[in-house]
């Protein structure tokens, strides 16, 4: 590992990571679109005081966003104060904090794949994998998290502080996101490259040694 290879390995990764912004700039709608039922999925799986009644995909001045609409599907006591089954309540966030995930994820496996060259289907795997559970932990966490902190800050300004789920929201929103990915794409690095040595893969000249 020398300064030569890091130069040439950034070199690739500000690359891919402009024509993976392109991309994300031409296709995101699309990307937005795939991913809603695996959203709507996980919402179903996190929550059950709520019932999704509509997630789509939306443009609001001039942004694209995910929007859902929430009914309430039992009633709530919190504090003494009662949330009757049935009321609706909305929520959004933007469609690019869900693109962020695969720049920062694939802009570096790409970037060591073609500097190493070994086993390209274990990174790709991997880091669709990765993709699926960064996404599935932010989207669906901070539609739900933004409703939660609505209703919750309504009844006492201090409740969101005690919430599990407005803390996670909150922290993905404060760079959480960034993190989440970054720790996803390193440990996969990693692994593929440990997984290179202990099978004995002669070393070319762009593997580290």
């Known amino acids: 590992m020398n300064s030569t290879w890091w130069l040439k390995f950034s070199g690739w990764l500000a690359l891919i990571y402009v024509v993976l912004l392109l991309l994300s700039l031409i296709a995101g709608q699309y990307y937005g679109k795939l991913m809603l039922p695996y959203?709507?999925?996980?919402?179903?799986?996190?929550?059950t005081d709520y019932?999704?009644?509509?997630?789509?995909?939306?443009?609001?001045?001039?942004?694209?966003?995910?929007?859902?609409?929430?009914?309430?599907?039992?009633?709530?006591?919190?504090?003494?104060?009662?949330?009757?089954?049935?009321?609706?309540?909305?929520?959004?966030?933007?469609?690019?904090?869900?693109?962020?995930?695969?720049?920062?994820?694939?802009?570096?496996?790409?970037?060591?794949?073609?500097?190493?060259?070994?086993k390209?289907?274990?990174?790709?795997?991997?880091?669709?994998v990765?993709?699926?559970?960064?996404?599935?932990?932010?989207?669906p966490f901070v539609l739900l998290g933004s409703i939660e902190d609505f209703v919750l800050v309504n009844i006492d300004p201090l409740l969101p502080a005690h919430s599990t789920l407005v803390s996670w929201m909150n922290f993905l929103n404060g760079g959480g996101r960034l993190g989440l990915s970054l720790c996803a794409a390193a440990l996969l690095l990693y692994q593929h490259q440990r997984?290179?040595?202990?099978?004995?893969?002669?070393?070319?000249?762009?593997?580290?040694p």
């Not at 390209?120 to 669709?128: A, E, Q, S, T, V």
Request: proline share 6%; charged share 10%.
């Open 39 to 47: 959203y709507r999925w996980s919402l179903a799986l996190i929550t």
């Open 120 to 128: 390209p289907w274990r990174l790709l795997i991997g880091g669709l």
């Open 51 to 118: 019932h999704v009644t509509d997630l789509s995909l939306i443009t609001r001045q001039g942004q694209s966003q995910f929007a859902a609409n929430f009914e309430l599907h039992n009633p709530r006591v919190i504090q003494g104060t009662l949330i009757p089954a049935g009321r609706v309540f909305n929520s959004s966030t933007l469609l690019g904090h869900a693109l962020q995930h695969p720049l920062l994820i694939f802009s570096p496996l790409l970037a060591w794949w073609l500097m190493v060259r070994q």
């Open 130 to 139: 990765a993709l699926m559970c960064v996404e599935l932990l932010d989207i």
């Open 195 to 208: 997984s290179i040595k202990m099978r004995g893969y002669p070393y070319g000249p762009n593997v580290i």
